[in-house]
């Protein structure tokens, strides 16, 4: 029936479906998300480290005219996110607070997006009406109340990782609405354009993050496995039953074909997808732009991501091979990275959090556990209630097994092995996150399925309070870490969890003292920078003192270091241990001959921020040891 075929909807149908949709679950689910969000980052006092504050500043200086088309100082992860805040920026002001704005309306759109997949699975699974809105209430409400190591990360403006998650769940989501169309015969016409969306969200996914490789991996093996598989049975088909060749007709792309036609069909459908390419062109459009121009170093530097000569410094001494590399690296993820997705775990937090955590760990290993033996049974046993279930969460585990093979495989997961102490890696970890609501989903589902079907022989009732009441429990341990985190430790940066939480009294000191240019690490400089709006310029000298270059070296922001090269006595921050009373950079000064102002601020436990002022001469900054010793930085 075509659409001038279609009855009109009679108004009382409209208001009904309208009604329907109201009442929906989806809407609880956003609540429920937006508030838990927005009372995490009340609950932290909107603290930001300095790789959040510098996206901060390429907002700010976008509404200032700058075109920048990746993250300050690097040639990956594109400036997305950096153009999405500065809307919010010429909306409302710069501030903190709209800083996490941005991720957190963005995660509500990953919970939406939760909330249609889960949709597409259950009906494919062909799930009763009650089992479906069941697997997609779950799965919905377990991404809403996400892990808190998760949504720490996901509210985290480190230049582009909520935005990631956004696009690989579109991914999987066309991916799989590709094959399902695919094999329900859709003409071509709309599998054009489903290549086309395909390839564009590749595209521009790489641009933002290259992170997204784990999710093309999977909808890569996705589309592959139904390609051979759909092949495998054309050509089987004769073999089955040769009678019926060329004389079986088949609806296929809109045609009437035969059987024998079948497969000619088939390649010709396939050709589609080379659709995908331009697509994927004008997605990377703004890397490819920028590449041109720059020797293509972003993309050499994505090819040579699973090359052990790109880990890190310190590590290339005790890596000679890259079986050793993936050896730790597996052994990073199995102990330290994957719990903490799971758990949501912090690297470090209260023995009462990690009792809490430790519950919600095992829960969450149950049901991986769970989906993974009910899809392996699924293979050997063909039993329709187990078919559903692979076809419920095939994808979604695909991708997590995928997920756990980039972090594995890939040297930019190498910094972790620095220190397990600190979680230097952990956050190429993280898209496991987007599956794991899934496998909560399907586990509670088919038990819910069990429970239902038993009738009245088990007291339904009563199972289905006590499975819930467990559900419920984990959701309840997760809502209670977020009020039970520190919140001054929580959003403070892995490779410097010392610096300031609060560096209010310090801005005002500053300003006060008409401070305007002044030397500082990253991690103390970027977030004053960014709150006074560039009001006070700070850079970090360690790009002089470690590198042992020359002074033309433009750091992450060339105007920044060129700003305090040529600074009239600019003044000094650096990170003290708050027992020591005479601390390196004073002796410095003291020994040159430099008079000055000093005063210290707390900044974590243990540590003071030292600001030095009111220098009688400029003093500059030299690549010696003493300079060195006088600016301690973090990992």
Same mark, same amino acid.
């Given at each position: ?17 309208? $009604? ?36 901060? %500043? ?11 088309? $990746? ?11 950096? $153009? ?35 949709? *597409?699975?259950?009906?494919?699974? /062909? ?8 697997? !997609? ?39 799989? /609405? &590709?094959? #399902? ?28 993050? /290259? ?19 759909? =092949?495998?049975?054309? *050509? ?7 009678? @019926? ?8 792309? @809109?045609?009437?074909?035969?059987? @024998? ?13 080379? %659709? ?32 052990? !000569? ?22 990073? $993820? ?34 991986? *556990? ?19 279930? #692979? ?24 910094? @972790? ?21 899934? =496998? ?12 239902? !079907?038993?009738?009245? !022989? ?71 920078? =960014? ?12 790009? %002089?003192?470690?590198? =042992? ?20 006595? +600019? ?11 005479? +601390? ?9 001959? *430099?008079?000055?102002?000093?005063? #210290? ?17 400029? &003093? ?16």
């Amino acid at each position: 029936m075509t659409a001038e075929q279609r009855p009109p909807i009679a108004p009382q149908q409209f208001q009904r479906h309208r $009604y329907t949709a109201l009442r929906s679950p989806l809407w609880l689910c956003l609540l429920v998300a937006l508030l838990i969000r927005v009372w995490l980052t009340y609950h932290t006092h909107g603290v930001i480290d300095g790789d959040e504050a510098m996206v901060g %500043i390429q907002a700010q200086h976008i509404l200032r005219g700058e075109h920048p088309v $990746y993250y300050y100082g690097q040639h990956y992860m594109g400036s997305l996110e950096a $153009y999405l805040m500065a809307v919010l920026f010429a909306i409302a002001g710069p501030s903190v607070w709209m800083l996490r704005a941005e991720p957190i309306l963005l995660s509500l759109v990953v919970v939406w997006l939760t909330w249609k997949f889960a949709g *597409v699975l259950a009906n494919t699974a /062909q799930l009763t009406s009650s089992a479906q809105q069941v697997f !997609k209430t779950l799965a919905t409400l377990c991404a809403a109340v996400s892990p808190l190591y998760d949504t720490v990360l996901e509210l985290r403006t480190l230049g582009g990782y909520i935005e990631t998650f956004v696009l690989m769940l579109c991914l999987l989501l066309a991916a799989f /609405q &590709l094959t #399902r169309r695919w094999q329900a015969g859709a003409a071509n016409k709309e599998l054009a354009w489903r290549w086309a969306v395909i390839g564009f969200i590749v595209g521009l996914g790489f641009w933002v993050d /290259q992170l997204i490789v784990s999710t093309v991996l999977a909808a890569t093996l996705w589309i592959g496995g139904f390609c051979l598989g759909r =092949f495998r049975s054309i *050509v089987g088909a004769p073999l089955a039953g040769a009678l @019926g060749w060329g004389g079986e007709t088949l609806g296929w792309g @809109g045609e009437q074909v035969t059987l @024998g036609g079948k497969a000619h069909a088939f390649l010709k459908s396939f050709w589609f997808a080379t %659709i995908a390419i331009p697509a994927c062109l004008l997605g990377a459009a703004p890397a490819v732009v920028w590449g041109a121009t720059h020797k293509w170093t972003n993309f050499i530097y994505v090819l040579q991501l699973g090359s052990i !000569k790109t880990i890190n410094v310190d590590l290339r001494p005790r890596y000679t091979s890259q079986f050793a590399l993936i050896r730790d690296q597996t052994y990073l $993820y199995k102990t330290y990275v994957a719990p903490r997705v799971i758990s949501g775990a912090l690297p470090i937090e209260s023995s009462l959090l990690t009792a809490m955590h430790t519950f919600a760990l095992w829960i969450g290993l149950f049901c991986i *556990v769970a989906t993974l033996a009910l899809i392996a049974l699924s293979l050997v046993w063909h039993h329709p209630e187990l078919k559903r279930m #692979r076809q419920l969460c095939g994808l979604p585990l695909l991708f997590a097994l995928c997920t756990a093979f980039t972090f594995c495989t890939s040297t930019a997961s190498s910094a @972790g092995l620095i220190s397990f102490q600190y979680d230097l890696a952990g956050r190429y970890a993280t898209p496991l996150m987007l599956a794991l609501p899934f =496998f909560f989903a399907t586990t509670f589902t088919l038990a819910y399925m069990y429970i239902h !079907k038993l009738g009245r !022989k088990v007291c339904p009732p009563l199972a289905l309070v006590i499975l819930f009441a467990l559900l419920f429990a984990y959701l309840g341990t997760q809502v209670a870490t977020y009020a039970l985190t520190d919140p001054d430790a929580t959003y403070q940066s892995p490779s410097c969890p010392i610096a300031p939480a609060n560096n209010d009294p310090i801005i005002a000191y500053l300003q006060h003292e008409h401070v305007h240019y002044a030397w500082a690490i990253t991690w103390i400089g970027n977030p004053i920078i =960014f709150k006074t709006n560039d009001g006070i310029i700070l850079s970090d000298p360690r790009l %002089i003192i470690n590198r =042992f270059i020359n002074y033309h070296d433009p750091g992450r922001y060339p105007a920044y270091t060129k700003a305090l090269l040529h600074a009239d006595r +600019p003044a000094m921050l650096t990170l003290v241990m708050h027992q020591d009373t005479y +601390p390196m950079l004073l002796r410095l000064l003291d020994s040159r001959h *430099v008079t000055y102002k000093a005063r #210290r601020f707390p900044s974590e436990p243990g540590y003071d921020v030292l600001v030095v002022t009111s220098l009688s001469r400029t &003093l500059p900054i030299e690549a010696t040891h003493t300079f060195t010793a006088a600016f301690p930085g973090c990992i």
